[in-house]
């Protein structure tokens, strides 16, 4: 039976505050998981994705699922800065002991991958995504007469599914940006981060969906230019995170388990 901590204080300023799912068996030795959720950065929040915290705990991890600020009150970097200060706080925490930053595993939905790979890149946490869009600025730049909009099939009377999919993107990334600058933009593109200490990453994606593949592929042939460490699963359709999650969550949590037994 998995415990449930619910609403712990990780950061007074903010008054954020994370879940905790503890395994039957939690011991100094069990694995970390933080699982961060999506919804444009301006939307979602820890507990409509509860069944994913008992399932990560059913299979071994303590898990945490922070909340995070959202736009548009809150444009970037609030959500990668909370991010950040998740992680400082759960460092220093009496969750974790000196050398458990080896111990922490992280997966991402959607926006939520963009924040794990930003993470990944400072401490290295071996990290799997789920759509993670990783590119802006282009984009931005090749979709000038695309209208934002987070309803573009009531509002503008849109019927294809891709101009849909491009109004939507273009909403979120432009409402947490808090701006359509190109330079703004630039600054969340996945590129962008520091990834100096990028460890075990592995991104799944839709074959045809809301993030462009595209942009996806480009990612992954940037960090093989730095030699650094990266798979892609590209599964059929166009389901965007959530959507495939279940699916293939066994996949997900096989990959960090190899991991984790590597680094025995």
Not at 18 to 37: A, V
Request: glycine fraction near 6%; aromatic fraction near 14%; avoid cysteine.
């Amino acid at each position: 039976m998995t415990i449930i901590k619910n609403n712990i204080i990780y950061d007074q300023n903010h008054q954020l505050a994370t879940d905790i799912y503890f395994p039957n068996d939690t011991t100094t030795n069990t694995k970390i998981l933080i699982f961060w959720h999506g919804g444009g950065w301006f939307r979602g929040n820890k507990e409509s994705v509860k069944e994913f915290g008992i399932s990560f705990a059913n299979a071994g991890f303590m898990t945490f699922i922070p909340e995070y600020r959202l736009a548009p009150k809150h444009i970037y970097p609030a959500a990668h800065d909370d991010a950040l200060t998740f992680v400082n706080w759960l460092l220093e925490s009496h969750y974790t002991d000196d050398d458990d930053q080896k111990n922490i595993f992280q997966i991402g939905a959607s926006v939520g991958g963009n924040m794990a790979i930003y993470l990944a890149g400072k401490f290295g946490f071996p990290t799997v995504t789920w759509s993670a869009p990783v590119e802006f600025s282009d984009w931005f730049k090749n979709h000038i007469d695309t209208k934002p909009s987070p309803v573009a099939k009531e509002e503008f009377g849109l019927i294809d599914r891709h101009q849909i999919a491009a109004s939507f993107y273009k909403y979120f990334a432009q409402t947490y940006a808090g701006t359509a600058n190109e330079a703004v933009l630039a600054k969340i593109n996945a590129k962008s981060f520091d990834l100096t200490n990028l460890g075990p990453l592995l991104m799944i994606n839709s074959a045809d969906e809301l993030t462009p593949i595209t942009s996806v592929l480009d990612f992954i042939n940037y960090l093989s230019t730095k030699n650094l460490p990266s798979q892609l699963m590209v599964i059929p359709g166009h389901g965007h995170a959530m959507d495939y999650a279940k699916e293939y969550l066994d996949e997900s949590l096989d990959y960090l388990f190899q991991i984790a037994k590597r680094h025995r």
